[in-house]
């Protein structure tokens, strides 16, 4: 069917836009007001203007004028001060109150409510064009620009309003950190319109996973995001869930560009801070998307990441060093490295002269930077290694002013050339980090682990399964690598490769929980259902004896989606109602409105159309762009009897929005014929065998449609075709037993 890829929604003014646009919407009115030096502050119409007005310092006696200006419609001007209140108009609601302050003197006693009355008509148009402007016709999200206007608020001196949004109470501002995602899902089509309908789907996609998060488009599959309070570490995370979400969802390409800048929240000049500018942040994001774009088909990178090499937790020994150390190791086929470090940092900024003093009594030392040190140590394994520090930690007093953590790393080892000896006493020395301060740690499998986790983290896949295999040549069995190793080559798309691994760690530890969910999900993405289902099965069985909570929600659906594939829909309604999904107050963690998608697909599946009905519309409350929901709700609709044109409505709206299911092809299809639209209903039915060319479904409506529009023979072969797939089919045995008899 024939659908033109763009939304071009015209929106109203709303709420909302005071906190989307408060810093436009602001400069709007001071221009066209210049009798007005400012402050503007907004405040919504439905807002608890006493809350608001504490929340913001702003004067009690406010509260008595804006209730004024709701009942009377009309601009009112405070006695006590000259503040104008300017109602502000959606359609033909007032929306909010515009309180300019810093009104000239002269001129407030001849404002004249007439003159107020019209202003506040024509401003309230400007803001309502200034909102459109900010609208990227594809997607219906807001566009670049308003992304960029974002950023200049929250970077600039003017993100006051930003910070008082978020505060918990008077005393300071709830984030310090804003992260900024680029996030890529390139279309793979071969025509414009599949191109465009495929970003859409995908923006929905996201939009269903972040919930109310304002996202932007910025032109051929590129999504802005701003991550309030996210730090580095958090938007990782965060970014590693979204590349899930949407590999799970069927998307063959993403990539994540994070740049996180800190200490938004400081009120500081710029000079002082040095906080880069709004194009800066936006230049620096994509540089990272662009890096992210060379590691794989779901693959994140961070800016820090690529624009600090020298602070990255396994950054190489300057070639100085190696130098050092190279003249050191040369006659030597047995030495181990030790890489000393202070655990906090020193007023004196080097290396603890008595600490180097007492190391180059019994062994070379080659310092590295104000905190580090390697040792060499000739002709030494672990044991003399770890007996050496020992006696050396004896030697230490406790007015130095830190403890000193050290990794030790030894030669020969597996395949490691001697110059990777270094790198090992870092990775030994990430290692320790995790044990706590005053830690030796040697070298092993999970260094490796600790490593490889870095790289994986960042998102290069590539680098992060080399040193897990190297792991697994030192440590065979460690489980923690075994499963490392496999979700890696299955992010890369690699399930079948991915899948041993998974099933080594089982063979040891057969209720280990990660081991079960990754391997359902290799099964899943290659297609076996039902041994997807049995994993996922015994996953959700550990799960509820130990209590993991790990983004237990993405387990949640895909078993409860696998079940209603297969047909097993009072199995998912048991799974669904045990989580507690249409309470309202149930958890809003990523993906936890999708479930509502499955639990009314259980209902519909099992008849249970009110119930159905019920969960789906609140499943499109939550996503007003998910197309199996939309789909599911036509079909009932037109069952019910809720309105036909209601029913065509949505289905046509699913198939708009994703046009690769073939379900939403045939419910379509279904409620045309329920309308007794006949001939309209064959074109998608064709759409939906060229999806599902073994659809028993598609093919019986294909039969009775050719039966109602008198071609028998046509609905014959049909019928008979049907019972090559299912012999037994009831339905197409009684019509062409009654076609015969006719």
């Known amino acids: 069917m024939g659908h033109y890829p763009f939304e071009w929604q015209v929106q109203d003014l709303c709420s909302e836009d005071f906190i989307h646009f408060n810093k436009q919407f602001s400069q709007t009115l001071l221009r066209l007001m210049p009798f007005a030096e400012g402050p503007v502050v907004f405040i919504g119409s439905s807002t608890d203007c006493k809350e608001a007005l504490h929340a913001l310092n702003k004067p009690k006696y406010w509260n008595q004028y804006i209730k004024r200006v709701l009942k009377r419609q009309r601009s009112v001007l405070a006695v006590e001060k000259p503040v104008l209140f300017l109602p502000v108009w959606g359609s033909e609601t007032i929306i909010g109150i515009a309180a300019i302050e810093g009104i000239d003197a002269q001129f407030a006693h001849v404002l004249s409510e007439e003159w107020l009355s019209d202003r506040s008509r024509i401003l309230s148009r ?10 990227e016709p594809v997607t219906g999200m807001f566009n670049g620009l308003h992304l960029y206007d974002t950023l200049e608020s929250i970077l600039s001196d003017e993100h006051s309003f930003y910070l008082k949004r978020n505060k918990k109470d008077g005393n300071g501002a709830a984030f310090k950190n804003v992260s900024l995602f680029l996030i890529e899902i390139h279309p793979q089509a071969n025509n414009a319109e599949k191109a465009l309908n495929y970003i859409v789907r995908a923006g929905y996609c996201l939009e269903s996973f972040l919930g109310q998060d304002v996202l932007h488009h910025m032109g051929n599959g590129v999504f802005g995001l701003v ?58 994001t994509w540089l990272a998307l662009r890096k992210a774009s060379r590691r794989g088909p779901y693959a994140l990178c961070t800016f820090n990441s690529i624009s600090n090499p020298e602070t990255h937790p396994l950054k190489k020994a ?44 019994s062994a070379e030392a080659i310092p590295i930077n104000e905190s580090e040190t390697f040792v060499f140590l000739a002709d030494a394994d672990a044991k003399i290694a770890q007996s050496w520090i020992h006696v050396l930690k004896k030697k230490l007093t406790d007015d130095l002013g830190t403890t000193y953590s050290v990794g030790i790393a030894c030669f020969p080892c597996v395949d490691f050339k001697k110059s990777d000896i270094l790198q090992n006493g870092r990775k030994a020395l990430l290692h320790a980090g995790f044990l706590g301060p005053d ?48 979700e890696a080559y299955a992010r890369m798309n690699k399930p079948r490769i991915a899948r041993p691994f998974f099933e080594k760690i089982l063979h040891s530890d057969p209720k280990h929980y990660m081991g079960l969910f990754n391997l359902g999900i290799t099964y899943l993405t290659t297609g076996e259902d039902e041994q997807a289902i049995r994993y996922f099965e015994k996953t959700l069985s550990v799960s509820r004896r130990k209590r993991v909570t790990s983004q237990p929600n993405d387990l949640l ?61 609140r499943a ?84 009775q449609i050719y039966d109602k529009l008198g071609m028998k023979s046509m609905a014959t072969g049909m019928f008979q075709k049907i019972l090559k797939i299912v012999p037994d089919h009831k339905a197409a045995i009684a019509a062409l037993k009654q076609m015969k008899i006719n």
């Open 439 to 486: 830690t030796v740690t040697l070298f092993d499998g999970v260094s490796q682990n600790v490593c490889g986790d870095i790289y994986y983290g960042e998102g290069d896949l590539v680098r992060a399964v080399k040193e897990y295999s190297k792991g697994l040549e030192i440590d065979p069995t460690n489980t923690n690598l075994l499963n490392s190793l496999g």
């Open 227 to 284: 991550g309030h309070d996210l730090d580095e570490e958090q938007a990782k995370i965060l970014g590693m869930n979204i590349l899930s979400w949407f590999k799970r969802e069927g998307f063959s390409r993403i990539h994540i560009g994070i740049n996180t800048i800190e200490g938004v929240g400081e009120t500081r000049s710029n000079e002082s801070s040095g906080m880069p500018d709004s194009l800066t942040v936006l230049e620096q």
């Open 126 to 135: 400007e803001l309502f064009l200034q909102k459109q402007l900010a609208f």
């Open 557 to 617: 659906l895909q078993l409860s989606k696998l079940y209603c594939r297969t047909g097993r829909y009072n199995k998912a309604i048991a799974l669904l109602d045990k989580e507690k999904i249409i309470d309202e107050e149930s958890s809003k963690a990523p993906g936890r409105d999708a479930l509502l998608r499955y639990l009314g697909e259980a209902y519909l599946g099992k008849g249970k159309n009110n119930e159905a009905i019920m969960v789906l519309q």
């Open 318 to 361: 300057k070639p100085a060093v190696m130098a050092r150390l190279r003249k050191l190791w040369v006659d030597n086929d047995r030495f181990a490295i030790l890489l000393i470090s202070q655990d906090r940092e020193l007023h004196e900024k080097v290396f603890s002269k008595r600490l180097l003093a007492l190391i180059e009594a």
């Open 620 to 703: 499109v409350r939550h996503n007003p762009h998910d197309a199996y929901s939309l789909s599911m709700l036509g079909e009932l609709y037109a069952l019910q009897k809720q309105g036909d044109e209601i029913a065509l409505s949505l289905c046509e709206q699913a198939v708009n929005i994703d046009d690769s299911h073939w379900k939403h092809w045939y419910r379509l299809a279904w409620v045309r014929y329920n309308m007794g639209q006949y001939e309209s209903a064959l074109e998608p039915l064709k759409e939906c065998l060229r999806r599902e060319r073994k659809s028993v479904e598609a093919m019986h409506l294909f039969a």
